[in-house]
């Protein structure tokens, strides 16, 4: 990449299910070479500065259809194991297909060591644990596999724990916390060293992991609840736990977690991501806020267009006042530190 370019480390993207839900017979090409939709391919992270992330491996409810409360309904899904080992190939074939320029990375070592080659830093993550039954053998059979970071729930109910649900205005604190099998989710997620992701978990389950977890406390891609009071976001108690354990909240691009109308409209000013940013380094330091872009799972601004366009982000925090060490930290040091922290812990 271009030596200006200020590389980024993302906290939540979404392209294997994109990819996976497009419907053509080789995403794989495509996402290597270049493409018109979506947020990321291959070349578009090139020229944005996109180094890496968290891949997450989601697996949609058969409806997406709210209820009555606009929550989404509790899943049946059957296939949550076969769709995530699906999507899980995906990512194993896009980095023997690439030729070296995306990596599988399973410790810091190998994301400092893939973002120095140029080649994309990828992690194994799930977002709603729904492939994994109660016995955990899943759990076990996918760390190996490369799994590295694991959120117990989307926002909807699961075995393991209660997701929040979407509303607006409203408090995190929607339903009970974790389970039995959740608590020995998070256990084993400890004994592995994998990291916990408690965005989407609700207020209850978000304490329930704090009082039981020996690692650092992460949020991999929500926002400030005092500047947009979507439940998605993070209560300032919730902030300061996060401090406390030496975690991190990674800012979500998605319109509808920033702005404090709630309004879906892309024509949200990249100064109201800053200002999530810079809420977050004033109250609990700087080393605790980092990007969870979302990129590909959410509405974003249009002024950010695609992956290519995090260098306007990156100069609308240097416009802020945000120095070039802060900078790094925010845009990928963060990151890479509380992962290394999370997975030697
Ligand atoms: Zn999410």
Redesign the pocket.
């Known amino acids: 990449m271009p030596n200006s370019l200020v590389p980024v480390f993302d906290g939540?993207n979404?392209a294997l299910l994109r990819l996976h839900r497009s419907g053509v017979e080789d995403p794989i090409t495509p996402f290597l070479e270049g493409e018109a939709s979506g947020h990321i391919d291959l070349p578009r992270a090139r020229a944005g500065g996109l180094a890496g992330g968290l891949c997450?491996i989601?697996v949609p409810s058969p409806s997406m259809t709210k209820d009555a409360n606009g929550d989404f309904p509790t899943p049946a899904q059957p296939d949550a194991l076969n769709e995530t080992l699906a999507m899980a190939r995906l990512l194993f074939d896009i980095e023997s297909r690439s030729n070296g320029a995306l990596t599988v990375c399973r410790s810091a070592e190998d994301i400092r060591r893939s973002m120095d080659a140029g080649s994309f830093a990828a992690v194994f993550h799930i977002?709603g644990a729904e492939a994994i039954a109660g016995n955990l053998d899943a759990l076990y059979v996918l760390h190996q596999a490369g799994l590295r970071t694991l959120?117990p729930v989307?926002s909807r109910p699961n075995i393991f724990a209660y997701g929040v649900p979407f509303r607006f205005p409203s408090t995190p604190d929607i339903g009970p916390g974790l389970t039995e099998a959740g608590r020995d989710l998070i256990r084993a997620c400890n004994e592995l060293k994998i990291m916990v992701d408690l965005?989407?978990m609700n207020e209850q389950g978000f304490w329930d992991i704090a009082a039981l977890s020996k690692a650092p406390l992460v949020a991999s891609?929500s926002n400030v609840h005092a500047l947009c009071p979507h439940s998605r976001n993070l209560t300032d108690r919730q902030l300061d736990a996060i401090r406390d354990t030496g975690g991190l909240a990674g800012i979500n691009f998605g319109v509808l977690f920033l702005r404090d109308d709630g309004v879906r409209d892309t024509n949200t000013s990249l100064d109201l991501l800053v200002r999530h940013v810079a809420y977050i380094a004033d109250r609990i330091g700087i080393d605790h806020v980092a990007l969870g872009s979302?990129f590909d799972?959410?509405t974003i601004p249009a002024e950010l267009k695609d992956a290519a366009g995090l260098p306007r982000l990156i100069e609308a925090l240097r416009v802020h006042g945000f120095n070039d060490e802060e900078l790094g930290k925010i845009a990928w040091r963060n990151w890479v530190d509380v992962l290394g922290r999370s997975w030697s812990a």
């Open positions: 939540h979404d997450a989601y977002e959120g989307w965005s989407h891609h979302d799972g959410t």
